[in-house]
């Protein structure tokens, strides 16, 4: 069984940066691409950022410009970089991996990220 353990979330003042890891072990299925998800309270879970392993890489628009989604040279890492965070960037942010049909299949425990003053 595959598991993705995420790690780098927090507190932080709006404007300021986090910075998100994500990686697989156990039983990797054979997958297409890692990614990150968000989830506010009452709202419904929606992609962030998507990274393919043939490089192609997708951002939601209201993160465009200010995220960037890597991925770790061996591949079963994935991190995010969060420049420029605002209030509404308040979420529980999963990594997901997208399996062979391009489905998010397998999920992360979620790290909490805080944009307070």
């Known amino acids: 069984q595959v598991e993705l353990a995420e790690s780098g979330g927090g507190l932080v003042q709006p404007g300021g940066s986090l910075s998100l890891s994500c990686a697989a072990s156990?039983?990797?299925?054979?997958?297409?691409?890692m990614g990150w998800y968000r989830q506010a309270p009452g709202k419904e879970r929606e992609m962030v950022a998507t990274a393919t392993n043939g490089g192609w890489k997708n951002y939601a628009d209201s993160v465009g410009g200010r995220f960037t989604i890597s991925r770790e040279s061996g591949w079963n890492t994935v991190y995010l970089q969060m420049n420029s965070l605002k209030p509404e960037d308040t979420a529980v942010y999963y990594c997901?991996?997208?399996?062979?049909?391009?489905?998010?299949?397998?999920w992360g425990q979620g790290t909490q990220v805080t944009v307070s003053s």
């Open positions: 997901t991996l997208y399996d062979l049909g391009g489905a998010a299949n397998y």
């Open positions: 156990g039983s990797i299925p054979a997958f297409n691409g």
